[in-house]
């Protein structure tokens, strides 16, 4: 039977290629050789790279041991912060000035200044800032002098780390109106303050009244019974009764310390 026509040209449709001989063992040897040196793969690339900028050692236990980072002198981003002001604040704020930005300029190295037309206070990082929570931190400091709390009491929260501010009103307690609303105040404060001292030392926080909304400046646990003992207050508790929790709540307080 006689071959397909197909396969019968297939070789002149070829040409030179289908003639061309095929290499040696030795050429492909020598190829296969070349190959790496000729085109560097991506891991000898890496590796390049990776010993010009650090040098990694191995220890004993085949983990890679690297340089230590680098001390990044100064924040490399310049940023600015405004705090506004109340304006029942700025007298205050004009008085105790001077005692207001040695902390911010000599312990955080901030920029500050006090804008009396916009009624704020602007602080800025610049090079000579070395903590880069330094502008967090001058903001809470003037935000907690705005709120209503003394200077000495607002630079706790620039030498501590676990002082906060929680701030709420009565009307999340409780929905009070007119005269309600200001006997709620009075049980709160108390006769010259009184109240309000008391539960200060008890639970060694700070507590601020404005109007109808409350402050308190301290740490976490602090500042929860400072809470309830207010919250207790105005839904009605008598002042007596709430004495003798924080009695029994700051002898426990003293035990753990």
């Not at 001390?71 to 005692?99: C, F, Q, Y």
């Not at 108390?190 to 109240?195: C, E, F, S, V």
């Not at 019974?225 to 003293?254: C, D, F, H, Q, W």
């Amino acid at each position: 039977m006689p071959a397909p026509t197909a396969l019968l040209r297939q070789p002149e449709e070829l040409g030179e290629a289908a003639s061309a001989p095929l290499p040696n063992n030795d050429q492909d040897d020598e190829l296969i050789l070349d190959a790496p040196e000729a085109i560097p793969s991506e891991s000898t690339a890496m590796q390049v790279t990776g010993d010009a900028d650090t040098e990694m050692h191995i220890d004993e236990e085949g983990r890679p041991r690297f340089a230590p980072a680098k001390n990044n002198d100064g924040v490399m981003r310049i940023e600015s912060r405004k705090v506004p002001i109340p304006p029942h604040r700025m007298t205050p704020l004009k008085a105790s000035w001077p005692k207001i930005y040695p902390p911010l300029v000599e312990h955080l190295k901030l920029q500050v200044r006090m804008n009396i037309k916009n009624k704020a206070v602007e602080l800025r990082t610049s090079k000579h800032t070395t903590d880069t929570g330094a502008l967090q931190k001058g903001e809470d400091f003037v935000k907690a002098f705005s709120l209503g709390f003394d200077v000495d009491d607002a630079i706790a929260l620039l030498r501590l780390d676990d002082l906060y501010i929680e701030t709420f009103e009565i009307k999340d307690v409780k929905t009070l109106n007119g005269e309600h609303m200001g006997r709620a105040i009075g049980r709160i404060a108390g006769k010259d303050g009184k109240t309000k001292f008391a539960i200060e030392n008890a639970s060694r926080t700070r507590v601020v009244l404005a109007d109808s909304k409350i402050h308190i400046l301290g740490g976490f646990k602090n500042i929860h019974i400072a809470r309830e003992a207010i919250v207790s207050l105005i839904l009605g508790s008598p002042p007596g009764k709430v004495y003798g929790n924080l009695r029994t709540v700051a002898s426990r307080m003293k035990e753990r310390f």
